[in-house]
Every structure is written in C-alpha cells, then in structure tokens.
C-alpha cells in the first residue's frame, strides 16, 4: 500500500495540528505512563502502559473516532490495581498507522491478536472495551476464549442492532459540522445536561476532539459492528460484565438487557442510572467502581 508522508492524515498541515492536540493531551495523562509501538500485519499500533508490571495485566479498546486518551479518567483508578495498556486501535483517530485496512471482523480480530501477542502477556488477559471496543473484545473471546481472564464490555455495539435514530442522525452530521456536532450531543445527552460544571465541560470538548480527528484523518470506511447471534453469546465462556447506561441511544437499553437474560443469563449486567453511551464521562465514577468490583472479586 503506497502511503504519503502524512499518511493516514488528509495534509501535512491536518496532520501537525492533530499531533500538537494529540500530544498535548498525552501530557494531560493523570499517571506515569509508557508509549509503545507494536508492529503488525495492519501497520503499527499504539498502547499506552500505565501502572504496575506485577499487576494483572487489563486492556483498554475505546470506541469509533476516539483512541486511548479516552480512558484518562478511569486510569488512575484502573492502573491502581492492574497493569494497564490503553490502545489506539488501528484504522481510527490516535498514533496507531495503517498500511493495510482491516476490512471484517476477522481482520480486527486478527489484528488484536497480534497486539497481544506482541505485548508478550504470559497470562490470560482481562479485556474492557466500549461501544466499537465491547463489540470487538466479544469477537475475539469467540476465537481466543483460553487467552482471556475477564470481559468488560461497556454499551457493545453487538447486542442489538443500532437503531433507526441513530443512523439518521449519523447520516444527517455528515452533510456539516454543526449537525455533527448535534449528533454528538444527542448521543451524550446526559453528561450535557449533567448539573456537574465539569462533565458538561468535558463532553463539549470531548466532541470537539472527536470533530478534530474527523476533519484531520483521512475519510474511512466504517465498519458496521455486527450483532452476536444467540449461539455466539451463549459460546462466550470468559465471565463477563456488560454495562448499559439507562438512557443509551444505539439501541434500547430495556431490550439489550431482556435479550441477555434471555439468551445469556450468565452474563453479568449493570444499569447506569443518569447515563446513556456517555457514560465513562457522565458516571465515571460509578463505573469505576462497578468495573473494579467485577474484576477483582475472583482476580485476587
């Protein structure tokens, strides 16, 4: 795949001031922390090492158009008790560059089993993603159930399939800016409407990071996470904790959870209260709290 030298950014100026943000945020990161680059068949990837080797090792996938910056308020809680890598997944925003597209579920698959595998885990490893990143931990514990601890999947984009609003509104921010801009506080409704000065300070720039790497990187295609038949949820052998808040937007959090209880009892479920997929930012700490509960009961 022949590249430029800005590659995977639409200019050289796009990618200088996504860099300058991207780095300015990085030093914004609540804890010491390491960046490494692991090489694979996709091209390179970043991840972000934080907290103490002897830990058990937790590693973080974020969603669609954001990358590792975004676990920045649940690090220090996380790396307190595990060892941390928080990745900028490939073929989106952040440091990881491609040189080939993953273009299905295999190819993401793939492409995270070669993160792990060069990370060099000797033990099995405890998995949290969100949104694109709960979709794509399911899709790898179906083919690498022996090299997983625990699964922590917050808001999947496999449960169901997203709803109807979703696309539309999708569809309709990609004519302009400001209609993007809605979307994302459509999306993120609670943390906007938060009575915490702070939360609704982070949201607004959390979209706006989000519009950023849109406007730098290089349009992609965007892979529909497709939704776990009956047979692949109930396969999922790991224990796991899925974390819904109560007013999701992609789909409904009522018929998430009653497909669950139905299909896959065994799967742990937590409500969110105030929360939607905002929830890493609208109950952070909630969160945090339900997901080191979770892990740590049987980790000890």
Not at 138 to 160: D, F, T
């Amino acid at each position: 795949m022949l590249t430029s030298s800005f590659h995977p950014f639409r200019s050289e100026r796009a990618k200088k001031r996504y860099l300058e943000h991207y780095n300015r945020r990085k030093h914004e990161w609540p804890n010491q922390s390491e960046d490494i680059t692991i090489t694979t068949s996709f091209g390179i990837t970043n991840v972000r090492i934080s907290g103490n080797e002897g830990k058990q090792p937790l590693l973080l996938l974020p969603g669609y158009y954001t990358n590792s910056l975004s676990w920045s308020n649940n690090i220090l809680a996380f790396s307190t008790h595990y060892y941390t890598y928080a990745v900028d997944n490939i073929y989106d925003i952040g440091l990881s560059v491609y040189t080939r597209k993953p273009k299905s579920p295999d190819d993401y698959v793939q492409w995270l089993n070669e993160v792990i595998t060069e990370l060099n885990i000797h033990e099995r490893v405890n998995i949290l993603g969100i949104s694109f990143g709960g979709w794509l931990a399911m899709k790898y514990a179906l083919r690498h159930q022996n090299q997983i601890s625990k699964l922590v999947l917050m808001a999947p984009a496999s449960i169901l399939p997203l709803c109807m609003e979703f696309y539309i509104r999708g569809a309709m921010g990609k004519l302009n800016k400001q209609l993007f801009r809605s979307f994302f506080y459509w999306l993120f409704e609670d943390a906007g409407k938060s009575n915490n000065e702070s939360i609704r300070k982070e949201m607004k720039e959390s979209v706006e990071e989000i519009l950023l790497g849109m406007e730098c990187y290089q349009r992609k295609y965007e892979l529909p996470p497709n939704v776990l038949t009956d047979s692949e949820l109930i396969s999922i052998l790991a224990p796991t904790l899925i974390i819904i808040g109560e007013h999701e937007k992609i789909y409904s959090a009522e018929s998430a959870i009653g497909r669950l209880n139905r299909i896959a009892p065994r799967i742990k479920i937590a409500v969110i209260p105030n929360a939607g997929h905002d929830l890493l930012l609208s109950q952070t700490e909630l969160v945090n709290e339900i997901i080191l509960k979770f892990l740590n009961v049987e980790n000890k």
